[in-house]
C-alpha cells in the first residue's frame, strides 16, 4: 500500500447531484434522491420544492427561489453558488421541482458544471404533467383519442408555441391561460376541445377546473399558481370525485412526518418546531444587553412576532426597547410592530437586501451596534453589506426557516383534520395561527396535549 498525503481542503473536488423533487406529495420524490440528499452536505433548493421535503434532510438548505424578503438569485448566481460549495469539496445536492431537464434549467446548470471541471449526476424527478395526470386520472395518451403528447411552456407569451399533437400540457401559465388559448383557437382546434387547468397538482389542495376550450376563453382572467394547462379530449377521462378528491386530508403538527405516513389519509406535515429553533442561549445574552444595540431590523412579520414572544418570556417588555432606533421592512412587519404597540422609527420599503444596504447608507447608519432577529438561514449578502458599512452586526435566530412559508402556505379550506402530537405543539401552532376554522375536526396524541388544547382554543 502506498501512502498519499490528504488533499488539502481548497483541492478537494466536490461532487454534484442535479435532482428533480417530483411535483409536491413529498413522497413522490426518487428512492435514489432521497439516499444522496441525506448524504448532502448543501442543499440548493428552489420554489417550487415543498418545505415538507427538505426539512427531512440535515445539510445546510440554501433557498435560491423567488420569494421576496430572502436574496433574490438570478440564474447566473445560483451557478456560482453551486461551483462555490463543490469547490469547497462539498457533496452538493441541487434540488429543483419536478425534472431537473422539463423547463427546469438543468441544462445551463451542467453547461457550468462541465466548464469548470466538476464531476456531476441527474436523478430525474417526476415532472409536473406525470403527477397532474396520475393524481386527476386524466391519461395524456390514450389509444384511440390520443396519440401524441406536447409538454409547452406558456411563458413568455413570445415562446408560445401550438405543436401539432393530440394531448397539449403547457407549464407555466399562472397568468397566460388566455394567451395559450387564443394561440390554440387560432391553430385551428375547435372550441369543443377539453380543457383543464390543474393547479396545485399532487398536493393536499390539488383544484382542478375543467371546461372547454370556448367556455375557458370567454372567462375572465385568472391567475393559477402554479399550474398547468392540459388541452385534448383525453380530460373527458375526468371525474371529480376521485381517489385524491376524496381521501381526508390532516395536517399533523410536531414530529417525524414519516411515523405518520398512511394510505388512509392525506399528510400534510406541519413540523412546529418555529420556536424551538431559536438558539436560547444566544437569545438571552441578547436580551441580556438588549438596551446596547443602537438598532433594531426586523424584516418580516415572523421576526417581529417571535422576536416579542421571546423577549416576554425572558422577563423584558417594550420598555428596553426605548433607546434603540426601530427600523421595519415591509408592511407586515410594521403592521406587526404596531400591534406591540411600537411604531418603528423607520418602514423602509426596499425591492431586495441591496436596497435595504443602500438606504442604510444614505441615513449615514454606520459604526452601530445592529440586531437582525430573524430566522435560522442567515442573509449574508445583508450581512456583509452592513458592516461593510462599519456596523457591528448581530443575526438573531428566533424561529426556525420555513414559519413564514408554512404559515402562508398552510390553506385551511382543503384541511379536514388537525392533529397535534404533543402540548409543545399545540402552543406555537395557536402562536402562528390563533384559532382552527370550526368545521376541522381535532385529535391529540395524549391528555396533556388534549389539556393544553383546551386551554389554547378551548
Ligand atoms: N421542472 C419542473 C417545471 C418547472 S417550471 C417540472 O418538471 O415539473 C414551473 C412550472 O411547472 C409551473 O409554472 C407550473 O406550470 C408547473 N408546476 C410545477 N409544479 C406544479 C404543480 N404541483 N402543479 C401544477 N403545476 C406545477
Redesign the pocket.
Known amino acids: 500500500m502506498t501512502a498519499t498525503a490528504p488533499i488539502p481542503e481548497t483541492q478537494k473536488q466536490g461532487y454534484v447531484y442535479i435532482i428533480?423533487a417530483g411535483?409536491?406529495d413529498p413522497e413522490l420524490l426518487t428512492v435514489k434522491a432521497e439516499r444522496v440528499l441525506h448524504d448532502a452536505d448543501v442543499i440548493l433548493y428552489d420554489d417550487?420544492v415543498s418545505l415538507e421535503l427538505v426539512d427531512q434532510f440535515s445539510g445546510l438548505k440554501i433557498y435560491t427561489g423567488k420569494r421576496k424578503d430572502c436574496h433574490h438569485f438570478e440564474q447566473e448566481e445560483i451557478n456560482q453558488e453551486i461551483v462555490r460549495h463543490a469547490r469547497q469539496g462539498k457533496t452538493v445536492a441541487r434540488l429543483?421541482?419536478?425534472?431537473?431537464f422539463?423547463?427546469?434549467r438543468g441544462g445551463e446548470e451542467i453547461d457550468e458544471l462541465r466548464k469548470n471541471g466538476i464531476g456531476y449526476e441527474i436523478i430525474p424527478?417526476i415532472?409536473?404533467a406525470h403527477?397532474?395526470s396520475a393524481y386527476t386520472e386524466i391519461p395524456l395518451t390514450m389509444r384511440k383519442i390520443s396519440s401524441s403528447v406536447a409538454f409547452c411552456t406558456g411563458h413568455p407569451v413570445s415562446k408560445i408555441q401550438v405543436p401539432d399533437a393530440d394531448t397539449l400540457v403547457y407549464?407555466?401559465?399562472?397568468s397566460t391561460v388566455h394567451d395559450v388559448l387564443d394561440a390554440v383557437a387560432a391553430k385551428g382546434r375547435s372550441g369543443n376541445t377539453k380543457v383543464a387547468v390543474?393547479?396545485?397538482?399532487?398536493?393536499y389542495n390539488q383544484q382542478i377546473f375543467t371546461g372547454t376550450l370556448d367556455e375557458f376563453r370567454a372567462r375572465e382572467r385568472a391567475v393559477y399558481?402554479?399550474?398547468?394547462l392540459i388541452i385534448g379530449d383525453n380530460i373527458n377521462q375526468f371525474i371529480a370525485e376521485n381517489w385524491h378528491s376524496k381521501k381526508k386530508k390532516v395536517l399533523i403538527t410536531g414530529g417525524e412526518a414519516k411515523r405518520y405516513s398512511s394510505t388512509e389519509y392525506i399528510m400534510v406535515h406541519f413540523p412546529c418546531r418555529q420556536i424551538e429553533g431559536a438558539d436560547l442561549s444566544k437569545v438571552n445574552d441578547s436580551l441580556r444587553q438588549i438596551e446596547t444595540y443602537g438598532v433594531l431590523l426586523f424584516q418580516n412579520k415572523f421576526s417581529v412576532k417571535y422576536f416579542f414572544k421571546l423577549l416576554f418570556d425572558y422577563g423584558r417588555d417594550v420598555r428596553h426597547l426605548a433607546k434603540s432606533r426601530i427600523i421595519s421592512t415591509g408592511r407586515a412587519a410594521t403592521a406587526e410592530l404596531q400591534k406591540y404597540g411600537v411604531i418603528p422609527d423607520q418602514s423602509l420599503e426596499p425591492e431586495g437586501c441591496g436596497d435595504i444596504v443602500g438606504m442604510f447608507r444614505e441615513q449615514g447608519i454606520a459604526a452601530e451596534s445592529i440586531l437582525i432577529p430573524g430566522s435560522n438561514l442567515i442573509d449574508e449578502y445583508l450581512i456583509n453589506g452592513l458592516q461593510a458599512l462599519g456596523n457591528r452586526v448581530t443575526p438573531l435566530c428566533v424561529y426556525k426557516h420555513g414559519a413564514q412559508e408554512l404559515e402562508q402556505s398552510i390553506d385551511f379550506d382543503f384541511i379536514d383534520e388537525i392533529y397535534f402530537a404533543s402540548p409543545s405543539c399545540v402552543n406555537n401552532f395557536s402562536t402562528m395561527f390563533g384559532s382552527i376554522p370550526e368545521r376541522i375536526t381535532v385529535t391529540c396524541a395524549d391528555q396533556r396535549t388534549e389539556e393544553e388544547y383546551r386551554k389554547m382554543f378551548g
Open positions: 428533480g411535483p409536491g417550487l429543483k421541482g419536478g425534472d431537473p422539463v423547463f427546469g424527478g415532472t409536473a403527477g397532474a407549464y407555466m401559465v399562472a390543474v393547479q396545485n397538482a399532487t398536493r399558481s402554479p399550474a398547468l
